[in-house]
């Protein structure tokens, strides 16, 4: 038995993977290839989920009686390195001659692999071509390798079909028709479960990400960065949208290291009337600021990601879960080494949202009174309606 594995993130599946498990499965006459996602560890977030992922293929090959599917690595709860998924396979069937096939860069990479000895011990590796335009230097390399690790390495003529995941999601993202290139289980399926439509989402981000780059300190950049991580763990326990938690949170201080006659123009240019309280309140004005850049700058239209922003410093009454996320978040991040943050922190972590809000709101007033400072109107609206409401 002659039986070939085809590892990949297969995000999504595509007739480019397809065509070279047939081309692999011809040219070596082999038994079966087996579809081998690659797990998705929970802190890579911008792979599509490992269900997703494996519905795709499976019923993709469903009809195909040689191409088959191991959940092998997804199911891993670590990474899994090449190494021990072939050991695995080697080990689950001893009989099989085993073949390992991989696209052109894996070849040129393969000694920064780890174990990579033990790599092509356990199987026979098949290269498949990417372009037309290597061979040479693949052939080349085929060789030192070859006889560095005394293994037998294959060039897998395949025809080429220029295509990738990347160019997919991309196309997908910018609503390109892209249904010819894939399996039509798998177009149907990314139509049903709206994959990839939130790729400008990932665009936003970096967007954002650039800007404050460039516009604001280092410390205030940290201190962004962990509100957004803790934004995305407060949402995951409340069930609130991660990635407008995330937007919310990149986008909350983005005004922050501006002028005051910066902010205040532009928040006048962004139609914000100010009271007499936001007058007064000079170290608020950052965040309208922000919600005005949100919309203006960064095309954002989600009014809720808007007044998560807009009212991050001052709260309201009557605040969204995701309004109550970032300005938690921003309070209780793990830089903020405040005493009576552990307090509001435990109880936000207890899904006692309000009460974490109503903590913080006070330590806030006690902190402006003791600086002789104005209590925004909306502070004291957010505070009593919490009160009134929260048993
Ligand atoms: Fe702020
Ligand atoms: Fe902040």
Redesign the pocket.
């Known amino acids: 038995m002659k039986k070939a594995i085809f590892g990949g993130t297969f995000d999504p599946l595509h007739i480019g993977h397809i065509n070279i498990a047939f081309e692999a499965l011809y040219l070596l006459h082999l038994d079966e290839v087996i579809f081998v996602p690659t797990g998705n560890p929970p802190h890579k977030k911008h792979i599509t989920s490992n269900y997703h992922r494996v519905n795709m293929i499976k019923g993709t090959i469903d009809k195909y009686d040689k191409l088959s599917l191991s959940t092998y690595e997804v199911e891993k709860k670590d990474k899994s390195y090449t190494y021990e998924t072939l050991e695995y396979f080697k080990n689950s069937e001893k009989d099989v001659e085993w073949y390992f096939i991989v696209g052109e860069d894996c070849l040129l990479d393969i000694e920064k692999w780890k174990n990579p000895d033990k790599v092509l011990g356990y199987a026979t590796l098949v290269v498949f071509k990417r372009t037309d335009k290597n061979n040479d230097k693949l052939k080349e390399y085929k060789e030192i390798i070859e006889k560095k690790y005394d293994t037998n390495i294959i060039l897998l003529n395949n025809k080429v079909i220029d295509i990738s995941s990347t160019f997919i999601r991309k196309s997908i993202n910018q609503n390109h028709e892209v249904s010819f290139l894939l399996p039509s289980f798998v177009m149907e399926y990314i139509k049903k479960f709206k994959l990839y439509e939130k790729g400008d989402t990932l665009i936003l981000k970096e967007k954002i990400k650039s800007l404050l780059k460039d516009t604001l300190n280092t410390d205030r950049y940290n201190?962004t960065m962990r509100?957004v991580d803790e934004a995305k763990k407060l949402a995951v326990l409340y069930g609130v949208d991660e990635e407008k938690a995330e937007i919310a949170a990149l986008t909350?201080?983005c005004a922050k290291n501006m002028s005051y006659n910066e902010l205040r123009e532009i928040c006048e240019k962004g139609n914000i009337i100010f009271t007499e309280d936001d007058f007064n309140s000079k170290p608020i004005w950052h965040a309208y600021a922000a919600a005005v850049i949100a919309k203006e700058k960064f095309n954002i239209n989600d009014e809720e990601i808007i007044n998560a922003v807009k009212y991050h410093t001052t709260g309201r009454k009557n605040m969204t879960l995701l309004e109550k996320i970032i300005y938690l978040a921003?309070y209780i991040e793990p830089g903020r080494t405040f005493e009576k943050i552990q307090e509001v922190r435990t109880l936000a972590y207890d899904k006692d949202i309000d009460e974490a809000m109503i903590k913080a709101i006070n330590n806030t007033i006690e902190f402006l009174m003791s600086k002789r400072s104005i209590i925004h109107k909306s502070t004291i609206e957010a505070r009593n309606y919490l009160i009134i409401n929260t048993k």
């Open positions: 201190h509100v909350h201080d921003d």
